[in-house]
């Protein structure tokens, strides 16, 4: 019989990763949502959008700061591990159907707007995930 039991995770500050013994291949990588949410903001920061606490917890509604607030959610919960939408939506005061609809608005401006979708690309190589297969 296999063993086929996780070994203790490898851990850095901002990266989890499970190895499971009997397959060295395998492995599941898990990214915190404040690396995530450190990134994404550096990121707006080279752009020229200055992405402060209170502008990104906060209530604004432009969507200079709309979009890259539905960047973090959509990385977190795709590759954060046992973040719920109702967490996630906690830590930006939010409720969880306000994270589905910003998720669901940004895959719709991916489709429709090129600069979205370059900046989801360029988020992805910074983050080193693939965005269509498994981090």
Known sequence: ?????????????????????????????SISPRYIIDMVSRYYITKGISLSSPVLFGPSRKSMYVVPRYMMWYF??????????????????????????????LKNYC???????????????????DEYGTP
């Open 1 to 29: 019989m296999e063993n086929t039991t996780q070994s203790q995770p490898v851990i850095h500050p901002w990266v989890y990763v499970w190895r499971v013994d009997s397959d060295k291949t395998n492995y599941r990588r």
């Open 76 to 105: 977190i919960y795709k590759y954060s591990a046992k973040q719920s939408l109702k967490s996630i939506g906690m830590i930006f005061n939010r409720d969880h159907s306000t994270v589905i609809n910003g998720i669901k608005r």
């Open 111 to 129: 489709e429709t707007e090129p600069q979205t979708r370059q900046m989801l690309n360029d988020l992805c190589t910074l983050l080193k995930v």
